[in-house]
């Protein structure tokens, strides 16, 4: 996140060199994001937050000693409790000392009290502050737009499988030497072609991870392909350096945090973006571990594509068997040859007849080969289903009473079913 201007730098300016805190001084860590010219009773309706206030004291002019004290004391305790980051008085015009009671007021509230020299000017304050928010501006957008760069280079990176080599030199550029904990994710379109996420979309996520993110993780986010990756890791795992011990249920919360922020976008499916979908790896140490968990997460979106997962956001971790799926789907070629020598001639039956006994098959399997279950939902007589399976079994080259030769049917049903090779939809 880029430096934000604090009151301890503005007193650190040549041009504030003779000005004194007078109170707060514990507290000039106060962000400050403009700067206001305040001299009347109720300027703190008008006020953002973290405003410096400054002013010549004009506010009390004409009063007595006693009424200036209340009248300070009151007016002071309305720029706290509007979140104003301190208040700069210049002396000698309207007020010559501040009174002990609001320099107490400052130091118990940790506001910062300071005195401007009698030769300065309210131009020149402003001036001065305006100036140094527009530097820090200008220095942030640079680094802004280097990390955006980086941050899209090792993303693309990771989903396009690059050598560890190009990997690694690419987080070395974003101080991620070799952290404890981190976790990919991509959030992709369900149809392959169907649309691309667009950079409102990068925005709509970056701008959600500012407001909810959890303050022990920061998260990398840019465009990826068609969609959106996500990199998400403990602010406390080495970031730059050597690896330091995951923090406490360190592994859930990024999980936990990914799968936040990919739900945001699920939520915009309409009808001209049918589906967006999230895939997160596992969590893991190092380079090699990020480049692993870039790997699941893409097994998982294309899982979930594939297969018919709904998601739409899975964790690979919470693929169940479909997991096995993915891993043997690594070689389609070898797993295609596995589909043709299980249930083949079952496939080529249905093609060639326009039958569906494979997906009779199917049911058969989940309904833990019960006829009279599997009967029902495909609204057969299951003397009709007891027939069609003593077919079935003399096309496969497995068993179908015993469980190796289940399982066996079943993973080549899921293979043809990810490989198109099937009738079912």
């Not at 922020?261 to 939520?267: F, H, K, T, V």
């Not at 979930?304 to 068997?321: D, Q, T």
């Not at 993973?411 to 009738?423: F, K, N, P, R």
Request: a negative charge.
């Amino acid at each position: 996140m880029s430096k934000r201007l604090t009151v301890g730098d503005i007193m650190a300016l040549p041009s504030f060199s003779r000005c004194r805190v007078v109170a707060g001084m514990d507290s000039l860590d106060r962000p400050v994001d403009s700067v206001t010219v305040a001299d009347i009773l109720d300027i703190a309706h008008w006020l953002n937050t973290n405003d410096f206030v400054h002013c010549v004291g004009r506010v009390v002019a004409g009063l007595s000693p006693e009424e200036t004290e209340r009248t300070l004391l009151t007016w002071v305790k309305s720029l706290i409790d509007a979140g104003a980051s301190c208040l700069a008085i210049k002396l000698g015009r309207y007020i010559d000392e501040i009174p002990p009671s609001v320099l107490a007021l400052g130091n118990e509230r940790h506001f910062p009290i300071i005195t401007l020299p009698e030769d300065a000017t309210q131009a020149s304050v402003t001036g001065a502050i305006y100036g140094a928010l527009v530097r820090l501006e200008t220095e942030a957008s640079t680094t802004d737009d280097a990390q955006t760069r980086q941050v899209s280079q090792l993303l693309e990176s990771l989903y396009s499988a690059s050598e560890v080599g190009e990997v690694r030199s690419l987080a070395a550029q974003l101080g991620l030497g070799s952290p404890s904990s981190i976790v990919v994710g991509f959030i992709m379109p369900r149809t392959v072609g169907a649309f691309q996420l667009s950079e409102a979309d990068v925005h709509h996520v970056r701008s959600y991870i500012e407001e909810h993110a959890d303050a022990g993780i920061s998260t990398y986010v840019a465009r990826v392909n068609a969609g959106i990756g996500l990199l998400c890791f403990l602010n406390d795992a080495g970031a730059g350096g050597e690896s330091s011990s995951p923090a406490a249920g360190g592994p859930e919360r990024l999980q936990g945090a990914i799968a936040k922020y990919s739900y945001i976008l699920s939520a915009l499916d309409s009808e001209e973006r049918p589906a967006i979908i999230a895939g997160i790896g596992t969590v893991a140490n190092g380079i090699a571990g990020m480049i692993d968990s870039a790997r699941r997460a893409r097994e998982t979106i294309t899982t979930m594509r594939n297969v018919g997962l709904k998601g739409p956001v899975i964790a690979y971790n919470e693929l169940g068997k479909y997991a096995l799926l993915a891993l043997l789907l690594r070689d389609p070629e070898a797993c295609a040859d596995y589909v043709t020598m299980t249930i083949g001639p079952l496939l080529e039956k249905d093609r060639n007849s326009g039958t569906d006994w494979t997906e009779t098959l199917r049911v058969m399997l989940e309904e833990n080969m019960c006829f009279r279950s599997a009967a029902g939902r495909l609204l057969m007589h299951p003397h009709s289903v007891r027939y069609r399976m003593e077919k079935i079994s003399d096309l496969i080259t497995v068993s179908l009473t015993t469980f190796d030769g289940k399982a066996a049917a079943w993973v080549a049903l899921q293979l043809a079913e990810h490989l198109g090779l099937t009738s079912k939809p």
